[in-house]
């Protein structure tokens, strides 16, 4: 037997079985796109925390903020904020690190003819439970960053329509 004849089942697959994986990974790869965008999201409201927790840690602020001992509070509630989107976006990257893996052992799986379905399940269950993680803490991070404003209706121009008593 010579080296010609030797044919790993790596080298039989066919472009047409080849196609359907990559027809399987498409999805996942959707998925990766949408954590992406999510990402983004989250990134763009952590820098403007950190943006407004320098500003009001400043020395030359200007007279218009408010009493002190609010700032401070202010300032408390935006060191919240930031710890729950640093959170989310650490879920959320986890979660598209693992669809990453999905992806390359879905085709590994192909590739190598060896039954990975437990693990891809396994790792697919997981990344959807990571991503769902972070989807809570952005949605609580959206609760704090909203807490001032409930029980106040405010309208551009006319002030509070109700203030709490």
Request: hydrophobic content about 55%.
């Amino acid at each position: 037997e010579t080296m010609l004849d030797y044919n790993p089942c790596m080298f039989d697959l066919h472009v047409t079985e080849i196609a359907r994986v990559v027809q399987l990974v498409i999805t996942p790869a959707f998925l990766l796109a949408g954590i992406g965008t999510f990402l983004n999201v989250m990134t763009q409201r952590l820098a403007r925390v950190i943006d407004r927790a320098i500003e009001l840690s400043r020395d030359d602020t200007p007279l218009a903020l408010p009493p002190e001992r609010d700032v401070l509070d202010l300032v408390d509630k935006l060191a919240i904020r930031a710890k729950l989107i640093n959170r989310a976006i650490a879920l959320c990257t986890s979660a598209a690190i693992m669809v990453c893996l999905l992806i390359a052992l879905m085709f590994l799986d192909a590739l190598l003819d060896i039954d990975m379905s437990w693990a891809v399940g396994g790792i697919f269950v997981l990344a959807m439970l990571t991503m769902l993680s972070g989807l809570i803490l952005f949605l609580r991070e959206v609760f704090v960053a909203t807490e001032s404003l409930r029980g106040r209706h405010v309208r551009a121009g006319r002030g509070p329509l109700r203030i709490q008593a």
